[in-house]
């Protein structure tokens, strides 16, 4: 492994530390996934212990890591950190080649005020990360003005085009409180951005990864699974890095694939129902299982279409015990059409299961 330091603005002493790990060779593999740490330090500082023994834990899982020491204190004032921000994705995506990175895979990590930046970038940034994973982020309107007035409020920014997020925090956080959180996932759930999120009972703040060289509070045990879970939930987004390159995603970075321009088996059943030609042709084995656990369980068929109009048609085929095989094959023939969208017309009968 190799490191590299980076001043990307001498006045306002913001740099990137790169961590570097080799590919190829014993590594079957040519390139990795990239993490970008963002400590917090409530941007008066950013703080050591949100650095690199973050990334550390992101280097032990194949990443690549990177450290961002953003503008604080004095050069705080808001755009500086998300021009840092986007300067920093902007050279790693630019040197994707050079240090061996997946585009597709560049992610961020956040603290406190990290959280909030990273919270920023994964809802306004030109440079979106991959995914975000926000630990204890600022995000409601008290505590981001007390750490400086004038900044965006990030859940007020969720659209259907942010990243996805895995949060993690304490239900006894004194500095940040839990809103934040709430009011982060509260509005990835109602714009169908993919995440996680784990509450834990206690820990307060502050507590990085949970390890007990670096936390200065007494916290639960389990805060410290942030760490491996965030991991995992990247696998199953992005695909998990092993010795042969990655496996394939286990979930979609929107809760369903309906704006996707191929279909797939991730759109919803009341938007499969509208698809023509030879995408009906494929689905109907899908339509005809559900009509016969209709007929089975007694329930008129628009009633039970319309109270799993929501569900994928893969979580339905899956309920209905239909062979992954199978599963596989159909979702590879509906990718080779494209995802004819609804009207807006159309939209306003999908309570109606129409």
């Given at each position: 492994?190799?490191?590299?330091?980076?001043?990307?603005?001498?006045?306002?002493?913001?740099?990137?530390?790169a961590?570097?790990?080799?590919?190829?060779?014993?590594?079957?593999?040519?390139?990795?996934?990239?993490?970008?740490?963002?400590?917090?330090?409530?941007?008066?500082?950013?703080?050591?212990?949100?650095?690199?023994?973050?990334?550390?834990?992101?280097?032990?899982?194949?990443y690549?890591?990177?450290?961002?020491?953003?503008?604080?204190?004095?050069?705080?004032?808001?755009?500086?950190?998300?021009?840092?921000?986007?300067?920093?994705m902007?050279?790693?995506?630019?040197?994707?080649?050079?240090?061996?990175?997946?585009k597709?895979?560049?992610?961020?990590?956040?603290?406190?005020?990290?959280?909030?930046?990273?919270?920023?970038?994964?809802?306004?940034?030109?440079?979106?990360?991959?995914?975000?994973?926000?630990?204890?982020?600022?995000?409601?309107?008290?505590?981001?003005?007390?750490?400086?007035?004038?900044?965006?409020?990030?859940?007020?920014?969720?659209?259907?085009?942010?990243?996805?997020?895995?949060?993690?925090?304490c239900?006894?956080?004194?500095?940040?409180?839990?809103?934040?959180?709430?009011?982060?996932?509260?509005?990835?759930?109602?714009?169908?951005?993919?995440?996680?999120s784990?509450?834990?009972?206690?820990?307060?703040?502050?507590?990085s990864?949970?390890?007990?060289?670096?936390?200065?509070?007494?916290?639960?045990?389990?805060?410290?699974?942030?760490?491996?879970?965030?991991?995992?939930?990247?696998?199953?987004?992005?695909?998990?890095?092993?010795?042969?390159?990655?496996?394939?995603?286990?979930?979609?970075?929107?809760?369903?694939?309906?704006?996707?321009?191929?279909?797939?088996?991730?759109?919803?059943?009341?938007?499969?129902?509208?698809?023509?030609?030879?995408?009906?042709?494929?689905?109907?084995?899908?339509?005809?299982?559900?009509?016969k656990?209709?007929?089975?369980?007694?329930?008129?068929?628009?009633?039970?279409?319309?109270?799993?109009?929501?569900?994928?048609?893969?979580?339905?085929?899956?309920?209905?015990?239909?062979?992954?095989?199978?599963?596989?094959?159909?979702?590879?023939?509906?990718?080779?059409?494209?995802?004819?969208?609804?009207?807006?017309?159309?939209?306003?009968?999908?309570?109606?299961?129409?």
């Amino acid at each position: 492994m190799r490191q590299e330091i980076i001043t990307l603005n001498e006045e306002r002493n913001v740099t990137l530390t790169a961590y570097l790990q080799e590919v190829e060779g014993e590594f079957g593999f040519a390139r990795r996934p990239a993490m970008v740490v963002i400590p917090g330090g409530g941007y008066s500082m950013c703080s050591d212990r949100e650095a690199d023994p973050v990334a550390d834990a992101y280097l032990r899982e194949g990443y690549q890591a990177f450290v961002l020491r953003y503008s604080v204190g004095e050069f705080k004032t808001w755009p500086n950190p998300m021009e840092d921000y986007e300067q920093a994705m902007a050279m790693i995506e630019d040197r994707s080649e050079e240090w061996h990175i997946d585009k597709g895979r560049i992610n961020i990590v956040g603290f406190s005020a990290g959280g909030h930046l990273s919270a920023c970038a994964a809802t306004l940034a030109e440079h979106k990360p991959a995914a975000a994973v926000l630990v204890y982020p600022a995000i409601e309107e008290e505590i981001v003005d007390m750490c400086q007035p004038g900044m965006p409020y990030p859940y007020r920014e969720v659209t259907k085009d942010t990243s996805p997020c895995f949060l993690a925090a304490c239900r006894d956080d004194r500095t940040v409180d839990i809103k934040s959180t709430l009011l982060m996932e509260t509005a990835l759930n109602e714009n169908g951005i993919a995440f996680e999120s784990h509450i834990y009972s206690y820990g307060g703040h502050g507590f990085s990864t949970g390890e007990d060289w670096v936390v200065t509070n007494s916290l639960s045990e389990r805060v410290k699974d942030w760490v491996p879970d965030s991991i995992g939930w990247l696998s199953e987004l992005q695909g998990k890095l092993t010795y042969k390159g990655f496996t394939e995603p286990t979930i979609e970075p929107s809760m369903n694939a309906d704006g996707a321009p191929v279909l797939s088996l991730n759109c919803t059943v009341i938007h499969l129902r509208k698809q023509k030609g030879e995408a009906e042709t494929l689905l109907a084995p899908l339509f005809e299982g559900i009509n016969k656990v209709a007929e089975e369980r007694g329930y008129e068929p628009e009633t039970l279409y319309y109270a799993i109009r929501n569900n994928t048609g893969r979580e339905i085929l899956e309920m209905i015990q239909v062979d992954q095989d199978t599963i596989k094959a159909l979702d590879s023939a509906l990718h080779k059409l494209v995802n004819v969208k609804l009207p807006q017309e159309e939209k306003s009968n999908e309570k109606a299961g129409i």
